[in-house]
C-alpha cells in the first residue's frame, strides 16, 4: 500500500522499519521537531526521522495539524503534502500530537494506530509504564482504526505479550515494538477480512502522562508497589530516593520488595553488599543498583563502600 508513517520514539521506528520490509511504499513520514539532547543540548532528530531519512523518505515535523490552532500555517503545509501524496493508509504509531478530523478522513482507508496495550485498558499517552506500576500480568499491542476520541476506536487486531516479574519498561517497550511491526504489517495484509470490533464500554483505564514529579518515591506506600515503579519508570523519569549521609537524592536503577521489616517508613534497616534494607508502609524495599548524583549507575555491593551513612 501507499502509506503515511506518523511516529516519533523508536517504538515507532521498529514498526516503520517492519513496514518498509514488506514492501510498502513510504510516502511521506510525519514526526516530531527535533529536540535538544545530550549535555549540549543539541538539536536532534527523532529516531522516526533519522530511519526516515537514511531511507531517503520525505519528512515533515509540523508542530500541530491543527489548521485553526497555534501554528496554522504548518498545518495547512502539511495538509498540502498529505493531499499531494494521496495515501491509502495513514499509520500512527506514538506520534506525539492529536490527528484532527481532516486528517482522519484524508486517507483512503482511514489512519490506523498501533497502541501499546489491551484497549480498552491503558488507553492514553503511557501504557507500558502504567500496565508495570499497576502490577498487570500481560499487555499487548492492539490495531486500531482511529476516530477522533483518546484512543477510542474500533480494534482491528491484538497480540498479548507477558509481563516478566522483573522486567523494566524498557524492556517490555522493545517486545512491544516488535510485536507492533509484526502486528501492522499481518493488519495491513488482511485489511479487507477484518471485523472492526467497537471496545467494550467495561474495563477502561487511562494511562496518565508520566511527569517528573513521580520520581520521588514515597517510602509510607507498600514495598510491592514501590518496586513495580521502579521498573515502570526505567528508564523515564526514574525513581529517587534520600539517603542519609547524602546531600541529594540516588537515583534507584533496580529494587525488589521483600516480606517483614518493621520501621519508620523511609529509614534504612540495613546496608550490605546483598542490598540496601529500607522500611516502607509495607514490607520492605530492598535497593540493589544506584546511583548518585553525577556519577555512574553502581551495583549496591560498590555504592555500600562508598557509602557513609549518618
Request: charge should be neutral; aromatic fraction near 4%; include cysteine.
Amino acid at each position: 500500500m501507499r502509506l503515511v508513517f506518523a511516529g516519533t520514539p523508536d517504538f515507532a521506528r521498529v514498526a516503520l522499519q517492519a513496514l518498509r520490509a514488506a514492501g510498502h511504499e513510504i510516502a511521506l513520514v510525519l514526526t516530531q521537531p527535533d529536540r535538544p539532547a545530550g549535555r549540549g543540548l543539541k538539536l536532534t532528530p527523532s529516531p522516526v526521522k533519522q530511519a526516515a531519512l537514511d531511507a531517503g523518505i520525505e519528512v515533515a515535523q509540523p508542530r500541530s495539524l491543527r489548521l485553526d490552532g497555534k501554528y496554522p500555517d504548518e498545518a495547512a503545509s502539511a495538509r498540502a503534502l498529505l493531499e499531494r501524496v494521496a495515501p491509502d493508509v495513514m499509520v500512527v504509531a506514538a506520534y506525539g500530537l492529536i490527528l484532527p478530523a481532516w486528517t482522519l478522513r484524508l486517507p483512503r482507508l482511514g489512519c490506523l494506530n498501533i497502541h501499546a496495550s489491551l484497549l480498552p485498558r491503558w488507553r492514553g499517552a503511557a501504557p507500558i509504564q502504567r500496565a508495570i506500576e499497576a502490577g498487570d500480568a500481560q499487555t499487548g499491542v492492539t490495531i486500531m482504526q482511529m476516530d477522533e476520541g483518546l484512543d477510542t476506536g474500533d480494534m482491528l487486531l491484538e497480540r498479548t505479550v507477558s509481563i516478566g516479574g522483573q522486567q523494566t519498561a524498557a524492556e517490555l517497550l522493545d517486545v512491544l515494538a516488535e510485536e507492533g511491526g509484526r502486528a501492522i504489517v499481518q493488519a495491513l495484509a488482511t485489511l479487507p477480512q477484518l471485523t472492526p470490533r467497537r471496545q467494550p464500554q467495561d474495563g477502561v483505564t487511562y494511562a496518565a502522562k508520566l511527569d517528573k514529579a513521580e520520581a520521588a518515591l514515597d517510602c509510607t506506600q507498600a514495598a510491592e508497589l514501590l518496586a513495580r515503579r521502579v521498573r515502570a519508570f526505567n528508564p523515564v523519569p526514574g525513581v529517587t530516593m534520600r539517603l542519609p549521609g547524602l546531600a541529594d537524592p540516588v537515583k534507584v536503577w533496580k529494587a525488589q520488595a521483600l516480606p517483614g521489616g518493621a520501621g519508620e517508613p523511609g529509614s534504612v534497616l540495613n546496608a550490605a553488599a546483598q542490598g540496601i534494607d529500607i522500611a516502607t508502609g509495607s514490607g520492605v524495599l530492598r535497593l540493589l543498583e544506584l546511583q548518585k548524583a553525577g556519577a555512574k549507575r553502581q551495583p549496591v555491593d560498590v555504592f555500600v563502600r562508598g557509602w557513609q551513612p549518618d
